[in-house]
């Protein structure tokens, strides 16, 4: 007896459709390895359709009030709290997420950035009117920039999205979001949560793959490209964006370095870090992947990370005694496995290095020690749960090693000494540097990067803004 594939479908005008082609593409359970749900693979003409019904939906939404959007945002809000089961579960059906890690760290928050963006749109602030010129009022306008091509990652599919539409709509745009091709499922119920709060058109949902994607940004309607995703996709989207000088935001890869010196509370950085390093399967790109550590206690350190990455365990969803679930799909586990295949004889395995189970896409919490600054798994993201470690003799040249990478998105110090802390965070060339914790985020702070980690902040007013557009108006006082 075969089971009947759940049937997923684009969210294009307040209609709910099928890829007008009618191709389709398999969702995969990572936990399972096993297809549950098929998608629309869109194309131009999907595509077209959502843009048009975006640009359709954008003047009426534009010249809604402040407290209109609010509002509306407050009842996402409300309405994803009061339907949280579902969310989760459709997420968690889709990435391998435990169930209950979840429902308490990822749909709370969730909920609290929408509510955030709702009071943002009522906070839009500027310089205040003035002469500037002798007979001239100067008057500063911030308004909607207008639709918003965005793209979000399979790693936090329903966080992420959040951190997409949550802004551009609070500030009076339009959206047309796609969803990762391997994740789609939560993005597609929350597009019918979303169905009875928003105007048409305001929210689309368009399914598809890369180059459903690539259709998005190159498309002429957009005024904004925004994009979660690799530096390679960053760069292309950048790229096609150039040809009509579209707006871009880009937060893409990252390799926090986790800084610790021989001061720090040995037990709490241990605990903090395998914790930041693992969850998500390391799927995060801020997790704490890239240690640093003085070399008076490198040794004792690595001793207790292993065991730290010993007792970490992975698993099924409805375990609620693991920290993590699968990698998202099997290209995701071979480029982790690789990553350890390929190290260099002067590296050692302290932990894990290998496929946990033969069902699924399970990698065990990995320790790596004995590197150099120019190994590849230094370099490069592995995105996966995968923590390397490195010693360093001084300040300076813990400065050295952080900073010695491509990426620039976050990054920690671990210290009881505030001079030194205030040092690092001052010199550590990351958009984020965390003081004795790492991976917390908030509403109401900025998150973004440096060098090949993209621009733009999400979260934040800083965030809020990057989806306005500024507009001076000057007018006589003499007519």
């Known amino acids: 007896m075969t089971t009947e594939l759940r049937r997923l479908r684009n969210y294009i005008g307040g209609e709910f459709k099928d890829a007008a082609d009618g191709r389709t593409t398999e969702v995969v359970n990572p936990a ?7 998608a629309p693979l869109s194309g131009q003409a999907d595509v077209d359709a959502a843009m048009a019904a975006a640009a359709a939906a954008f003047p009426g939404w534009r010249d809604t009030t402040p407290s209109e959007r609010q509002k509306a945002l407050l009842k996402i809000a409300d309405a994803f709290e009061a339907r949280a089961e579902e969310l989760v579960a459709a997420e968690s059906e889709n990435t391998g997420k435990p169930l209950a890690l979840t429902a308490s760290e990822e749909l709370p928050p969730m909920v609290d950035q929408i509510r955030f963006f709702a009071g943002a749109a009522r906070l839009l602030e500027g310089r205040s009117a003035g002469e500037y010129m002798d007979g001239m009022t100067s008057i500063i306008r911030r308004e909607p920039v207008g639709v918003c091509a965005q793209v979000a990652p399979w790693n936090y599919p329903m966080m992420m999205a959040v951190w997409k539409f949550a802004p551009a709509i609070a500030a009076g745009n339009t959206v047309v979001l796609k969803p990762s091709d391997t994740t789609p499922a939560s993005t597609v119920l929350m597009a019918e949560i979303i169905d009875s709060i928003l105007p048409k058109g305001v929210f689309n949902v368009v399914c598809g793959d890369r180059e459903t994607g690539k259709a998005m940004v190159e498309h002429s309607t957009p005024a904004m490209a925004s994009i979660t995703g690799s530096v390679r996709a960053g760069m292309q989207v950048a790229e096609s964006a150039s040809k009509d ?3 871009v935001h880009l937060e893409l890869g990252g390799k926090a370095p986790v800084v610790v010196f021989e001061d720090a509370d040995l037990a709490k950085a241990v605990e903090d870090i395998a914790v930041a390093g693992y969850f998500n399967a390391g799927q995060d790109c801020t997790a704490a992947t890239r240690v640093l550590v ?4 490198h040794d004792e350190f690595v001793a207790a990370l292993a065991k730290a990455a010993a007792e970490t365990k992975t698993g099924r969803p409805d375990d609620e005694d693991v920290l993590y679930g699968p990698l998202n799909n099997p290209n995701q586990l071979k480029q982790v496995a690789g990553f350890i295949e390929r190290l260099p004889a002067h590296a050692k395995v302290e932990a894990g290095g290998h496929q946990v189970g033969e069902k699924g896409y399970f990698y065990a919490p990995t320790v790596v020690s004995g590197l150099k600054q120019d190994d590849e798994i230094i370099q490069n993201e592995v995105f996966g749960p995968v923590i390397t470690v490195q010693s360093f003799s001084d300040e300076s040249q813990a400065l050295e090693y952080a900073n010695g990478v491509e990426f620039a998105l976050a990054s920690s110090v671990w210290t009881k000494d505030h001079g030194r802390a205030m ?9 984020c540097v965390w003081i004795n914790t790492h991976i917390p985020l908030v509403a109401e702070m900025p998150h973004g990067g440096f060098k090949k980690s993209g621009y733009g902040k999400d979260l934040s007013a800083y965030g809020f803004e990057d989806y306005t557009r500024i507009k001076h108006v000057m007018t006589s006082l003499d007519g």
């Open 32 to 38: 399972t390895g096993e297809v549950y749900a098929t």
């Open 423 to 431: 040092r690092m965070s001052k010199n550590l060339d990351f958009g």
């Open 245 to 247: 000088v579209k707006r």
């Open 294 to 297: 003085h070399e008076s206690i």
